[in-house]
């Protein structure tokens, strides 16, 4: 399974792509979630995704559910807890 990370901006998307060893698979800048969407098509092999909620993270959920298998949405207070950790 692959472990993505999104930041998802309005203009662009960083996506890091991490095999289960925690490595790096693949680093990737999308100008859209469709372009998110075909990338993860891709992969040899199922993936789960996190990434921070903001105001089109509806949007976002809905377009990453037909390619994840888990998606997680982190809320933006709480992500302060682990940066303190």
Known sequence: MFHVGLDVHL???T???LDDN???FKRHTASCIGDVVELLKTLP???QVCYEAST???FVF???QPVAKHIAVAHPGLLRLIYRS
Do not use: D, F, P, W
């Open 56 to 58: 089109a993270y509806g």
């Open 45 to 47: 092999a199922a993936c």
């Open 15 to 17: 996506v890091c792509i």
């Open 62 to 64: 809905e377009a990453l």
């Open 22 to 24: 925690g490595k790096v």
């Open 11 to 13: 203009k662009y998307t």
